[in-house]
Nanobody, 115 residues
Framework: QVQLVESGGGLVQPGGSLRLSCAASESIGRFFSMGWYRQAPGKQRELVVVINSGGRTNYADSVKGRFTISRDNAKNTVYLQMNSLEPEDTAVYYC?????????WGQGTQVTVSS
């Protein structure tokens, strides 16, 4: 079925920026919800932000004003621009796609914010 490929993770200093990408292997159709979750060691996976096919977004309070999700429908790709990164943002970030046929996850990409 649909495969999600993530990229863009890495090590950055506090206050730095990083941009994550998530590309779907095929067209995901007209109706979908796509976004990012993250999971730090010993913690539960949590929502970062999601965007639906209508363009509506939902951000976690912890990232509002710092992270921005965008999409390129023609490329079946979503992006996560992360600015003003903090050590608390350190986690594995997972792309997520929800469509009528199922829920799909990317492989995860490590984001480490450390001085």
């Amino acid at each position: 079925q649909v495969q999600l490929v993530e990229s863009g993770g890495g090590l950055v200093q506090p206050g730095g920026s990083l941009r994550l990408s998530c590309a779907a292997s095929e067209s995901i159709g007209r109706f979908f919800s796509m976004g990012w979750y993250r999971q730090a060691p010993g913690k539960q996976r949590e929502l970062v932000v999601v965007i639906n096919s209508g363009g509506r977004t939902n951000y976690a309070d912890s990232v509002k004003g710092r992270f921005t999700i965008s999409r390129d429908n023609a490329k079946n790709t979503v992006y996560l621009q992360m600015n003003s990164l903090e050590p608390e943002d350190t986690a594995v970030y997972y792309c997520n796609l929800a469509i009528a046929l199922g829920i799909y996850w990317g492989q995860g990409t490590q984001v480490t914010v450390s001085s």
